[in-house]
Structure formats: structure tokens, C-alpha cells
């Protein structure tokens, strides 16, 4: 039945008003939502041409525009399997990430064809398409005479839509494996939990390789036939300048910390807004508090991860407490211990969910699914949670070691086994510290071994060279051994004392 394909329900709203605005840009383009409908079928209908059957992958490192949105309704349509990578992204992850998802189509900025195309041939990826941030590529060109029709290929609820990498504590990078039914539901939710209405305009500056900007909030508008103002990235001026244009927000903490810091950010910005919302990294009580101050807006907190979607959100009508993540969404959550015993009322423990937005699994790995699920279904988030007195959820920590960077999350153990491979490297250790833009900051702390001179400014070059800037540590410091626990552990806690002393 096509009503399972995810895009059959969007479709359903872009039929109803075709002349209306999908999306308008900065300066002024605009994209009905007629174009929507017949952009993406003649994308649709390049990618089944090129071969690509339902089910393989579409990897995708492209600029936010909006042909990137229509290539991903693309996907959805034909059955393929949308996986984007952060643009971000440098070779060697690139490399990774083609050889285990083996995707059969790979559309990249025309910029990075050279780089990309050897790793590509690598991973035997058969067809090579470009789109580059003007909107502009041979994506456009070979599908220019295409058809503009497309019928939507029929899924099943747990086909599988997208396929999202999250890096791991343990080194490799794991994908999230996410159904129709995972995606489409979830949306359902939030649009009923966040009250879109089809008059609602969504001002959209996140970047759209992430659940935050692609699924929470594309997912909303296409459910509620909205109209989006589709800027390329977070430039401050710009957002302040179309705020009043909008009714719905959506940002990662640092968004709302650098709206702050603007002169002339305040109650006429937001004349017409109904809705900010925040999460993907803690929101700090501060900036919690100094919003709702400055604008009369309580900001609305939601917590989720790659692997679910969005979990848990403060109310829309109720109370919107600092400092917490609300209630559950459409899925079951208990806080359990290490083995999965429910800890006891207003116990910190770590969190686990069941419920129809929790994903399949993690491509092609079967054993690291299985031991992140409980017998009875639960998924083991790895955030440790509490229940306050006044019922809501708290994020309190992580059971894994992971620093979250203006809402991207960094795997200090990638870094770590990178600059242990560094000439003049004998060991390393990276920590987060509290960063006033970026929430956290990623730290490094080296050991030499003597054998060629390293310093701050090496190691950094060393890191930017190799992984994506948003992992590049913002500070570095050569030290004559790392502090270790009576069975060797390395203690970080002492680290993150001194880099947040040293900050
Ligand atoms: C950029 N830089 C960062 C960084 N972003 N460093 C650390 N952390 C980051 N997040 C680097 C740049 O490379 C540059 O380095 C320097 O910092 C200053 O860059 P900038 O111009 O200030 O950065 P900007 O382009 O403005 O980007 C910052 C940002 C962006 C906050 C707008 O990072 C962003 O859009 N973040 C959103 C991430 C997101 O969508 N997360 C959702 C994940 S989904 P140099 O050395 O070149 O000067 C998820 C699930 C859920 O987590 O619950 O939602
Ligand atoms: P990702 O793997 O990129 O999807 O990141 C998911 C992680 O981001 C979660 O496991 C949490 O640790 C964190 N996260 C998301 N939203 C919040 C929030 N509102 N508060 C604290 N942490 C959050």
C-alpha cells in the first residue's frame, strides 16, 4: 500500500493547495508547492534510470538548498534508501561511510568530484551525481527532460527510509537504520504535540544532514502543507531580519545563545512567533531564562537521538520547565540501571524506549543491535535521566563518552585514535569543557613521545587535516602523562578540571 511510503502522506498536503509557497529563500525565490511535486518526480525518475532499485542507498554530501529537500523526497518516492553525510565530512570519513553503506547512487558538490570520485570507485558506488549550493549540478541537467510524473513506490512500514551514521564510543560509526513507519510516525506526533497548523511558517537555518533540521522540522511543515523560509545556514542578522516573517523556530542551544547576544533581538522580532523550540544539546536554565525575559517566550526543550526521533518534549499548553526535557512522546521510556532494573522514584538512571519511532537497527550489525536492546524491545539510549518531583524528564549525563559541540556530537575516542597514529604522539585524551557559543568544547590532552616536536598548533593542523572542523579541539595541551586510576583508567574528570580551569 503506498500510504506506507512516508512521502505519500507528505504528497497529500502538496496536492491539496499546489500554487501555494513551499519555501522561499532569502532573497526572495520561491518554490510552489506544484514544483515540489514535479521536481521530485523528475529526480525520482533520474534515479531509477541510473539503476537504482528500492532499497539501495542514496548517499548524499550536498549544501542546503532546496533541490537537496527534492532530491530526499526523491528518494522516499522510489524506495531508496536517503543517507546523508555532514558536509563536513572530510576524506577518510567519507571513505568509511561509502564502504559500509555501499550505496548505489552518490550525488556530492561538484567542488569535492575529484576527491570523492577515487573513494567512490572504491566502494563501488555506480553512479556519481553533482549539486552544488547554488541549486545547480548534473543532478539538474540530467533530469531536466525527465517526466515530471512519478508513482510512488509502495513500502511497508518498516522498509527502511534512511539510514543516519552516529559515530560510536568504541570507534566505528554505526547507522541507525530508519523506517517509514519510525519517520512518519514520529512526525505525526510532534505536529500534534506542537500544534502546526497549515497557516504556520517555519523559519529553517539548520543544516539538513541531521534529524534536527531534516526530520523535526522539515517533517512538521510537509505534514501541515507550511510554507518554510529556507535560509542556507544560522547567520544571525538574517534570522533576526525574517523572524518577524515567521511563526515556528527551531534551534540547537547555540542558535538561542547567539540570538541573545544581538542588539536588537527582542519582542518585535517576534511579533509573530508562536513556537521556538530547542534541543539536540542541553539548553541552559540561563539562556532559558534570559529569553523568556527578553522576549515573553518560554523556549520549548524536546530531547532525541538518530536512533528515535524525537523522545520526550515539554508541554505546548502546560508549564515549560528549565532545565527539562518534559514528558514522553508517543513512546513507552523507563529508567533503568546498568543490567535494566528500574531504578526507584526521582533516581538517576539511564534511559530506555519502545515505541514506534525506535529504529530497526544498526546497518549491518547485528551484534552491536542486539546488545543495545533489552529482550523485551527497549533501546538503550546512554543518557542518564531523571524523573523530577514535578514529573518531568532531566537530562543529567551520559553514559557515554561523548561531547555534544553546537549540537554536533563528538566521539572523543575517534579523535583519540587519530592523534595516537600523530608523529611525536606517544598517547592522547580529549574532553569536553563548558564553551560559551558552543555549549561544549572539544579539549585535547597529548602526551609526547620525544621523538618529534608537537604543539598546540601541530596537533590542531594535524586534526583539521583529517576530520571534519567541528571535531578540531579549541584547545591543546602537551602534557608529560595523563592521570590514571589504580587499573590504569585515564581520569578524565581530572582533565575536564584543568581545561575548564585553563579555559
Ligand atoms: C562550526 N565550528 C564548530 C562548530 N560549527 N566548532 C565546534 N562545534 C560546532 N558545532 C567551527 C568552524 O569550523 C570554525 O572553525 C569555527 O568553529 C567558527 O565557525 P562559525 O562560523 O562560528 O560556525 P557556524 O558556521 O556559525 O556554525 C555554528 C553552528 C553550526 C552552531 C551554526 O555548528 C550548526 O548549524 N550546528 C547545528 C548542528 C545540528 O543541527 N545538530 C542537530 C543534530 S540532530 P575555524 O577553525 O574554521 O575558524 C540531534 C538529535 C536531536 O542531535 O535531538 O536533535
Ligand atoms: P545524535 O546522536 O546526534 O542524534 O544525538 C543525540 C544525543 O543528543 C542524545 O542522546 C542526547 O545525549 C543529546 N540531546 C538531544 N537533545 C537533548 C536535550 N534537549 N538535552 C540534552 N541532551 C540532548
Known amino acids: 500500500m503506498t500510504d506506507l511510503n512516508l512521502y505519500s502522506i507528505f504528497e497529500k498536503k502538496f496536492v491539496a493547495d499546489p500554487s501555494k509557497i513551499a519555501f522561499e529563500l532569502d532573497d526572495g525565490t520561491i518554490y510552489s508547492f506544484s514544483e515540489i511535486l514535479a521536481t521530485s518526480a523528475r529526480f525520482a525518475n533520474l534515479l531509477v534510470q541510473s539503476g537504482a532499485r528500492p532499497g539501495d542507498r542514496v548517499a548524499v554530501q550536498i549544501g542546503k538548498t ?19 553525510l ?17 550505496p548505489s547512487v552518490l550525488v556530492c558538490d561538484p567542488r569535492d568530484l575529484d576527491m570523492i ?10 553512479t556519481i551525481l553533482t549539486l552544488d549550493a547554488a541549486g545547480k549540478g548534473s543532478l539538474i541537467t540530467q533530469s531536466a527532460d525527465l517526466p515530471d510524473t512519478f508513482e510512488t513506490v509502495d513500502r511497508a512500514s518498516d522498509d527502511l527510509a534512511a539510514i543516519l551514521y552516529t559515530s560510536g564510543t568504541t570507534g566505528r560509526s554505526k547507522g541507525a537504520m530508519l523506517t517509514h513507519n519510525n519517520l512518519a510516525s514520529n512526525a505525526k506526533s510532534l505536529v500534534k504535540a506542537w500544534h502546526f497548523e497549515k497557516d504556520d511558517v517555519l523559519l529553517h537555518a539548520l543544516p539538513i544532514f541531521h534529524v534536527h533540521g531534516l526530520f523535526v522540522a522539515l517533517h512538521c511543515a510537509f505534514l501541515s502543507g507550511n510554507k518554510v523560509i529556507f535560509l542556507d545556514k544560522f547567520d544571525l542578522d538574517t534570522v533576526v531580519r525574517q523572524l518577524p516573517r515567521s511563526t515556528v523556530f527551531m534551534g540547537v542551544p547555540t542558535f538561542y545563545v547567539r540570538l541573545l547576544s544581538h542588539q536588537s533581538f527582542g519582542k518585535d522580532a517576534c511579533q509573530n512567533m508562536r513556537l521556538f523550540t530547542a534541543g539536540s544539546a542541553p539548553l541552559l536554565e540561563e539562556t532559558f531564562n534570559e529569553f523568556t525575559d527578553r522576549t515573553g517566550h518560554a523556549i520549548l526543550e524536546r530531547y532525541g537521538m538518530s536512533e528515535a526521533g524525537m523522545i520526550s518534549t515539554n508541554p505546548y499548553d502546560g508549564k515549560r520547565v528549565a532545565g527539562s526535557v518534559g514528558h514522553a512522546l508517543d513512546n513507552e521510556m523507563r529508567i533503568a540501571d546498568d543490567n535494566g532494573n528500574e531504578v526507584g522514584e526521582g533516581e538517576i538512571g539511564i534511559l530506555e524506549i519502545k515505541g514506534p519511532n525506535v529504529f530497526k537497527g544498526y546497518w549491518r550489525m547485528p551484534e552491536k543491535t542486539a546488545s543495545e536492546f533489552r529482550d523485551d524491545g527497549f533501546f538503550i539510549t546512554g543518557d542518564m535521566t531523571r524523573i523530577g518531583d514535578d514529573g518531568y524528564l532531566r537530562i543529567v549525563g551520559r553514559s557515554k563518552d561523548l561531547i555534544i559541540s553546537g549540537g554536533y556530537n563528538v566521539y572523543p575516542k575517534e579523535i583519540e585514535s587519530y592523534l595516537d597514529e600523530m608523529g611525536g604522539v606517544l598517547e592522547s585524551a ?3 569543557r563548558p564553551h560559551p557559543d558552543f555549549g561544549e568544547a572539544v579539549v585535547a590532552f597529548v602526551v609526547a613521545d620525544n621523538t618529534s616536536q608537537i604543539d598546540e598548533a601541530s596537533v590542531i593542523a594535524f586534526v583539521k587535516d583529517k576530520l571534519a572542523n567541528f571535531k578540531v579541539p579549541k584547545q591543546v595541551f602537551v602534557v608529560d602523562e595523563l592521570p590514571r586510576n589504580t587499573m590504569g583508567k585515564v581520569q578524565k574528570n581530572e582533565l575536564r578540571k584543568i581545561a575548564e580551569q585553563t579555559a
Not at 537537496?68 to 536517503?82: E, H, P
Not at 555532514?86 to 555501499?102: C, G, I, P, Q, R
Not at 570520485?117 to 555506480?126: H, L, M, R, T
Open 66 to 84: 532546496v533541490e537537496a529537500v527534492l532530491l530526499y523526497l526523491a528518494c522516499l518516492r522510489s524506495g531508496l534508501v536517503y543517507l546523508p
Open 117 to 126: 570520485k577515487g573513494v567512490a570507485d572504491k566502494a563501488n558506488v555506480s
Open 86 to 102: 555532514n558536509t563536513a565530512y572530510k576524506t577518510a570519513e567519507v571513505d568509511y561511510f561509502l564502504n559500509d553503506s555501499e
Open 430 to 432: 580529549i574532553v569536553g
